[in-house]
Each structure stands twice: as C-alpha cells, then as structure tokens.
C-alpha cells in the first residue's frame, strides 16, 4: 500500500510550473507579442487534443510540487505531461510516460505506479528509481496495466533524501482503455501518429509517441498538445464552477 501522502499538482502552482515548462522546451511566444520572430504561438483554441469523455480524478486535490528546501530554485520547474482535471488514456498496456526535468539540482528521482482500488486504497504496482537527466525524460512501464482499472503514477524528486517531507511529488492518474480498432494509419509518421492519437483522446500516446525530440517540427507539435491540455483543463474548470 502506498506509505506516503498521494496528492495531485493542481491549482495556480501547477499551472505556473506547467506553462513555464512548456515555454522552455518549445519556445513559446504570445501572440501579442509582434515584435518576437516568428515561431509556434499559444492557441486560443485546441488544435489536436480534447479528451473524450473525461473522468474526474479519485486522488486527493490537494496542491503539491511547490519548492523547499532549496531545491530547484532556478525559473524552470519540473513537470509532468500529463493531466490532473481529468484522467489521462492510453491505449497502450505499457504506455510510455514523459516528464521535464530543469537543468538545475540533480536529486535521486522515484517513479513509481499504483492501482486505485474502489475502496480507495493504493496498491504498488511498480517502483524504480532512475537517474536525473535534465531535459525529456520518458519511461516506459515494464508491466502490462489491466483494462478498466485506474491508476496513479507518481514522480518523486527527492531534494534531500534525509529529509523526506523536502521531497516534490508530481502525480496524475491513466487509465489503459484498448481501442476498438486500430485506427493508425500504415506507415504513418510520427506526427501523424500523435495527431491520429490526440484525436481520439489518447492523451498519453499522442505525448509519447512524439519521443524526446527537438526536431522544429516535433517540438512544434509538442507545444501544441500542451497548449490543447491547458486550455481543456481551463475548460473543465468553467464548466465545473458553473
């Protein structure tokens, strides 16, 4: 069973952190702002993605991933690409999961999985440490996930390992939902996978598929799908306070 506190990235700290991220990798420019040269803008409107369907997460709401302690004290922060308004699908039984990682501090880095079982309760389905690489990272998992079933992932960046509340715990729940058919299309690019993958809301294999990249055109679409999940979870919190 899970033996630290579970809690999901939310609120003004996870968005900041978020958009901060994405600014890093994929360079992006306001579109205000004419007076930058030309390059991938923020959308005001999806462009790829939109979860279909969505679920409310089950895990508690409550912020996490602020910085103590020192650690991380540079303007990019650590962040996952991943949802936390709503569960994430993947179509894979081991997907492949993306975070960023500033150049700054390296810290001992624990990933791990967890089933969410009706009761409530967490059980350990895989646990790993890996080493810190500033940039993308990518893992994918060596066991198989079961259908129907939601799970967390969580990313622990241990600042001081003798101190374990300094630790910034990152986390978002999936959910591995088979497609019905394979709807990909033969010898598809890599762009066109995402693409075809962000359409029908697999938000975890369209992020993936794209690699640890940096080609102008990967990196293009990559903020574009970030862009698209920033403003379905801005939508999803209109619609919620409505």
């Known amino acids: 069973m899970k033996t630290c506190s579970l809690l999901i990235v939310l609120g003004l700290v996870y968005v900041a952190s978020y958009l901060m991220a994405v600014a890093a990798l994929a360079d992006y420019r306001p579109v205000s702002d004419t007076s930058a040269p030309e390059g991938p803008t923020i959308s005001t409107a999806p462009r790829y993605f939109q979860p279909v369907d969505p679920s409310a997460p089950r895990s508690p709401t409550t912020p996490t991933g602020t910085r103590r302690g020192g650690c991380f004290a540079g303007d990019t922060a650590p962040s996952i690409f991943a949802p936390n308004r709503f569960v994430g699908l993947t179509a894979s039984a081991q997907p492949t999961l993306t975070w960023f990682l500033p150049d700054d ?64 715990i990152y986390e978002a729940e999936l959910e591995f939902a088979p497609p019905v058919e ?61």
């Not at 690699?211 to 801005?234: C, F, I, K, P, Y």
């Open 182 to 242: 394979n709807a990909m299309p033969e010898g598809a690019t890599v762009l066109e996978l995402s693409k075809t993958y962000a359409k029908a809301g697999y938000w975890y294999d369209a992020i993936s598929v794209l690699g640890q990249g940096q080609q102008s055109d990967v990196a293009d679409m990559r903020a574009a799908l970030l862009n698209d999940l920033v403003l379905a979870e801005t939508a999803l919190d209109s619609s919620n306070s409505q």
């Open 105 to 168: 501090d390296s810290v001992p880095v624990e990933f791990s999985v967890y089933t969410i079982e009706p009761s409530g309760d967490y059980g350990l389905v895989h646990l790993q440490m890996l080493p810190y690489t500033p940039g993308i990272n990518q893992y994918q998992l060596p066991v198989e996930l079961a259908p129907d079933t939601r799970y967390l992932w969580q990313l622990v960046l241990q600042c001081n390992p003798n101190r374990p509340s300094s630790a910034l």
